[in-house]
């Protein structure tokens, strides 16, 4: 029978292969062998080479995808969630616990990884509201390239899995702080979450520096810019892991992580208003000015204070720190209990777990269906990162433009002048603020479910190969508009805490979605695909009464939320002028 073993057998040890640049990473941590016993005696013998890919073979090797470098630091930051994901998922070993249609696809180890990535963010959300988004955004891409650093080293499977949760757990702030789903990309042979995503860090940085009438575009582009990894990262994933090793790719993403990190340190200052204000307050601290304003900047900074500003207005970042109690880190979970940010946040979920469940039976299934190798099934997640790059930008606009049409509206109707601008945080209360944003979210929905339903049944013997291509691209299309209508909406719904909402969203989806592709091979193995996909297009439709209720009574529960924290605010100030 199939085992995995490291260790050398009791008795003859097992003949050495041939080393190749192949070879080097999970080969060496789990190597596949065939175990005999003969006469009391065990002899372990290695897998030749062509093992790997026979049909009844336990173990296969993945590869994994690096990711490109984006000009802004920030979206450099948020790419490396995705590609983190994806780079172990392509490299992990497989094995069968049954019979060969139904292999085990390293789904243990998925749903561990999106648990990290949905509870880390909900603990740096906090903290970056509180101590800012660069000091986070700093500390945790130094975790990603230490625990990148780990797997690279690591010898044993469980050591692996340990460096892995870490590094997930780190890039996962570019979702919140930079802006949000996270990026999982593919593996040949093993199902492959895809998330974020992505997205902690990042939504907060795009809430502190854009304008409503902007900000869609802005969460739009870094949106695309996140999804470039899930169409390039498979192939690149693949070809470094055939030609350095496993390990190879985790050297990578560590030279790749370092850089991103020398960038932000030297390109991004702080953004949060409570430290920079609206970008008018001078920062002199090291934790929050970029180091390019500090050492190419001295001047202007002593010009500052002979032109009059106060040493108090020139260090205000410095004068006082945010206290951060446990808490703190419990409130993003009250967000749940929000009527209007339940019923964004459930939709968003259920959109994100089918996406994530149809990417995830990708590769089974076009191994399956079509009989292709590796690569082959690298190059079909292309169409669909190009379906979450194009839907990304282009929801990203139209968000903008319906926004704007609805301001608009709300100045002729209440004849304020053209010139005039709504305020950047706390928009008005009569503000139709769900209808701006969930505008052209009826067409995503039917284009959604259309490409599901079309994607499962072109899933058949004999069936052509571009059928389900293009169902693919339609499918990342609408996913990541829907998405992005999601996200949009999160934030605008909790001003001046954008970074812990969106780090809500990214828990409540990837809560779900873990649960998704928990359950994808479960269902493939009792059930044909088109029944499978049918049966999530249908959970769609029935999920969509929470959009119309957002959409029906969202203005009034928001009303109502912010004139009860409106009270708590007036109580909360009584009681320390009384003290």
Not at 192 to 207: F, H, K, L, W, Y
Not at 440 to 459: A, D, E, K
Not at 477 to 506: E, F, R
């Amino acid at each position: 029978m199939g085992a995995y073993t490291t260790a050398k057998s009791s008795g003859s040890r097992s003949p050495k292969r041939s080393s190749s640049a192949g070879d080097i990473g999970l080969g060496k941590i789990l190597r596949p062998s065939n175990t005999t016993t003969t006469g009391g005696a065990t002899s372990t013998t290695s897998l030749g080479e062509n093992d790997w890919d026979h049909e009844t073979s336990a173990p296969q090797t993945l590869q994994n995808t690096p990711t490109p470098t984006p000009r802004l630091s920030l979206d450099r930051s948020s790419v490396m969630t995705k590609v983190a994901e994806g780079t172990f998922t392509e490299a992990a070993p497989c094995r069968t616990d049954g019979p060969p249609e139904q292999p085990y696809h390293v789904s243990s180890y998925r749903r561990k990884s999106l648990i990290a990535q949905g509870l880390a963010p909900s603990f740096w959300g906090p903290l970056a509201d509180a101590f800012g988004r660069r000091q986070i955004l700093i500390y945790t891409m130094l975790l990603y390239v230490a625990a990148c650093v780990g797997i690279a080293l690591s010898e044993s499977f469980p050591t692996l899995m340990v460096f892995r949760f870490f590094q997930a757990a780190g890039s996962s702030s570019t979702i919140s702080i930079g802006r949000q789903p996270i990026l999982q990309p593919f593996m040949s042979r093993a199902p492959a979450i895809t998330d974020g995503v992505p997205q902690n860090t990042g939504a907060g940085v795009i809430a502190d520096i854009a304008l409503p009438n902007e900000r869609g575009g802005y969460i739009g582009t870094f949106s695309g810019v996140r999804q470039s990894a899930m169409a390039i990262g498979p192939v690149l994933g693949g070809v470094i892991s055939r030609v350095l090793g496993f390990r190879a790719i985790f050297w990578f993403l560590v030279i790749v992580g370092s850089i991103v990190t020398m960038a932000i340190l030297f390109f991004l200052p702080e953004t949060l208003h409570s430290i920079a204000g609206n970008g008018s307050i001078p920062l002199t601290d090291v934790r929050h000015q970029a180091l390019s304003e500090r050492v190419w900047h001295k001047k202007d900074n002593q010009s500052d204070l002979d032109d009059g500003h106060s040493a108090h207005d020139i260090t205000a970042d410095t004068g006082s720190r945010a206290k951060v109690t446990w808490h703190v880190f419990f409130d993003p979970f009250l967000f749940l209990l929000e009527k209007d940010v339940a019923c964004t946040l459930y939709f968003g979920a259920v959109v994100y777990t089918v996406w994530s469940m149809v990417t995830s039976s990708t590769s089974f299934l076009f191994k399956q269906y079509f009989g292709l190798d590796t690569l082959q099934i690298g190059l079909c997640f292309i169409p669909n990162g190009v379906g979450c790059i194009l839907g990304s930008v282009m929801a990203g606009r139209q968000l903008d433009t319906d926004f704007k049409s609805a301001e608009d509206s709300y100045r002729y109707r209440w004849d304020l002048p053209h010139c005039h601008t709504l305020p950047r945080q706390e928009l008005p209360r009569d503000f139709p603020l769900e209808w701006a944003r969930l505008a052209q979210l009826p067409s995503m929905i039917y284009i959604f479910v259309f490409g599901i339903l079309v994607y499962g049944f072109s899933l058949s013997p004999g069936a052509q190969l571009a059928l389900p291509l293009v169902a693919q691209f339609v499918i990342g299309y609408s996913s990541t508009a829907v998405l992005n209508v999601n996200n949009t909406l999160t934030i605008d719904l909790y001003p001046g805490k954008s970074a812990t909402a969106t780090a809500v969203n990214n828990l409540a989806r990837c809560l779900m979605g873990a649960v998704g592709v928990s359950l994808t091979n479960v269902a493939l193995a009792k059930m044909k695909p088109h029944l499978l996909f049918l049966t999530l297009a249908s959970i769609t439709l029935l999920s969509v009464p929470t959009v119309m209720a957002e959409w029906k009574f969202g203005m009034r529960w928001r009303s109502q939320r912010m004139d009860r924290m409106q009270r708590q605010k007036d109580e909360k100030g009584k009681q320390r002028s009384n003290v």
